[in-house]
């Protein structure tokens, strides 16, 4: 997994590239939890790349989402791959996580009225 | 272990008819890549394939017994009796062992496949789910007569009848998981590899049998994802999913498409592998040891 990390005005984003699991996951929650220790709770997650999560990898995005609420922000991901859509919608987070199409949106999405 | 010295990883297959005969593609995957199945937990058909290759049966054979056991045939003869109890419950004497189809062929073929294979004497230890139907629970079977607990995670309601063991009533294991990877769990398992199916829901809803699978499609498919998120949460470990994309539709008995299956199976498994490979190695004593 790699992970590049940029930003655009308040939100955080996250590019994560390959595969977020037991082996790797601990790195992405470590970067999520730095950039909301540090301020910035409006996370959006690049997933063009993602190709993959295992369940460590579904546990790292909701701590993430619990992490990044408590702080008056959020973790959001864009442009998710129809291979991880699927791991996610059998594991209830199609439910409790917003989904955008691409980064620009996500990263707007913050810009509207929750 | 391999004979790498690895730890090996349970192997959990969902229900899901004929789709479960994925699972050996996933097991043709994992053999590959030398990797040992210490646990094999199966529900409803896929109590056929886990039992299959828990006794030892190659991917090949496994696949051409259930050819010759799963087919269309064993749900062609009606009960008589059911729907007469169905239609005049009080005249005769409706009772919990209702189904509309008659179970004597597959209860041969049952016994042809799996003689008097006991689930405690498998070559890989097995444990088979099925759904208590006086109380809902999940009922899990780990010793005893391997047959009657394959009929009772196969009694699909209102088609086959709950089956008795030591008298309490059964019916199919999706009723309450359709993918038991908390057995996995609750046996001591780090490293699960779960193969889960969605029911398929109706083309057209054209009369009640149908009517009454999509309400069932429908229920189990969302008690499938609530289960599986939780036990994905509560674990300690690592579950990894192996979800087959299948692109072509796939019915209760298409046999004739399991070559097809087990390609998807294979494939869904392999994208998984070297990912596999590093997490069993990263656990392994010697790797621990180095730490």
Redesign the interface.
Same mark, same amino acid.
């Given at each position: 997994m790699e992970i590049a990390v940029s930003s655009s005005g308040s939100v955080t984003i996250v590019e994560i590239s390959g595969s977020v699991d037991g082996l790797t996951a601990g790195l992405l929650m470590r970067t999520l939890s730095d950039r909301v220790s540090d301020g910035w709770p409006r996370l959006v997650a690049d997933c063009s790349a993602l190709e993959y999560t295992s369940s460590a990898g579904l546990r790292t995005l909701l701590g993430a989402v619990k992490l990044a609420r408590q702080h008056g922000g959020d973790l959001r991901l864009a442009a998710i791959q129809p291979g991880v859509l699927r791991v996610l919608d059998l594991s209830g987070f199609t439910s409790i996580l917003k989904f955008y199409p691409d980064v620009d949106a996500a990263v707007f999405s913050f810009a509207e009225p929750a | 272990m391999s004979s790498t010295g690895r730890r090996g990883v349970a192997v959990v297959i969902g229900s899901g008819s004929v789709k479960c005969a994925a699972a050996l593609g996933l097991v043709n995957a994992l053999r590959r890549a030398d990797i040992a199945i210490d646990m094999l937990v199966g529900c409803s058909a896929g109590c056929l394939y886990a039992t299959l290759l828990a006794s030892g049966r190659t991917t090949a054979d496994a696949a051409q017994m259930t050819r010759e056991l799963w087919t269309s045939s064993i749900t062609e003869r009606h009960n008589r009796g059911a729907w007469l109890k169905a239609a005049f419950p009080r005249l005769f004497n409706f009772d919990a062992r209702f189904g509309l189809r008659d179970d004597t062929l597959i209860m041969e073929r049952l016994h042809a496949a799996f003689g008097d294979m006991r689930i405690e004497s498998m070559k890989i230890p097995l444990h088979l789910a099925a759904t208590d139907f006086a109380t809902g629970n999940q009922a899990v079977f780990s010793s005893g007569p391997a047959i009657d607990a394959i009929r009772a995670s196969i009694a699909v309601p209102f088609l086959f009848s709950p089956w008795p063991i030591n008298g309490r009533l059964y019916i199919d294991g999706y009723m309450s998981d359709p993918l038991p990877v908390g057995v996995a769990i609750r046996e001591g398992a780090d490293v699960i590899v779960a193969m889960?199916f969605d029911s398929p829901y109706q083309e057209r809803i054209s009369n009640a049998g149908r009517f009454a699978f999509q309400v069932s499609a429908i229920l189990s498919n969302n008690l499938?994802?609530?289960q599986? /998120?939780f036990?994905? &949460?509560a674990?300690h /470990? #690592? =579950? =990894?999913?192996i =979800?087959p #994309?299948f692109t072509q539709r796939i019915r209760l008995f298409d046999t004739e498409k399991i070559p097809y299956i087990i390609e998807e199976g294979e494939r869904a498994a392999e /994208?998984?592998i070297p990912?596999l490979s590093? &997490?069993l190695d /990263?656990q392994t004593p010697a790797a621990a040891d180095a730490d």
């Amino acid at each position: 997994m790699e992970i590049a990390v940029s930003s655009s005005g308040s939100v955080t984003i996250v590019e994560i590239s390959g595969s977020v699991d037991g082996l790797t996951a601990g790195l992405l929650m470590r970067t999520l939890s730095d950039r909301v220790s540090d301020g910035w709770p409006r996370l959006v997650a690049d997933c063009s790349a993602l190709e993959y999560t295992s369940s460590a990898g579904l546990r790292t995005l909701l701590g993430a989402v619990k992490l990044a609420r408590q702080h008056g922000g959020d973790l959001r991901l864009a442009a998710i791959q129809p291979g991880v859509l699927r791991v996610l919608d059998l594991s209830g987070f199609t439910s409790i996580l917003k989904f955008y199409p691409d980064v620009d949106a996500a990263v707007f999405s913050f810009a509207e009225p929750a | 272990m391999s004979s790498t010295g690895r730890r090996g990883v349970a192997v959990v297959i969902g229900s899901g008819s004929v789709k479960c005969a994925a699972a050996l593609g996933l097991v043709n995957a994992l053999r590959r890549a030398d990797i040992a199945i210490d646990m094999l937990v199966g529900c409803s058909a896929g109590c056929l394939y886990a039992t299959l290759l828990a006794s030892g049966r190659t991917t090949a054979d496994a696949a051409q017994m259930t050819r010759e056991l799963w087919t269309s045939s064993i749900t062609e003869r009606h009960n008589r009796g059911a729907w007469l109890k169905a239609a005049f419950p009080r005249l005769f004497n409706f009772d919990a062992r209702f189904g509309l189809r008659d179970d004597t062929l597959i209860m041969e073929r049952l016994h042809a496949a799996f003689g008097d294979m006991r689930i405690e004497s498998m070559k890989i230890p097995l444990h088979l789910a099925a759904t208590d139907f006086a109380t809902g629970n999940q009922a899990v079977f780990s010793s005893g007569p391997a047959i009657d607990a394959i009929r009772a995670s196969i009694a699909v309601p209102f088609l086959f009848s709950p089956w008795p063991i030591n008298g309490r009533l059964y019916i199919d294991g999706y009723m309450s998981d359709p993918l038991p990877v908390g057995v996995a769990i609750r046996e001591g398992a780090d490293v699960i590899v779960a193969m889960g199916f969605d029911s398929p829901y109706q083309e057209r809803i054209s009369n009640a049998g149908r009517f009454a699978f999509q309400v069932s499609a429908i229920l189990s498919n969302n008690l499938l994802k609530s289960q599986f /998120a939780f036990h994905g &949460l509560a674990h300690h /470990a #690592e =579950i =990894i999913p192996i =979800i087959p #994309e299948f692109t072509q539709r796939i019915r209760l008995f298409d046999t004739e498409k399991i070559p097809y299956i087990i390609e998807e199976g294979e494939r869904a498994a392999e /994208a998984q592998i070297p990912y596999l490979s590093r &997490l069993l190695d /990263a656990q392994t004593p010697a790797a621990a040891d180095a730490d």
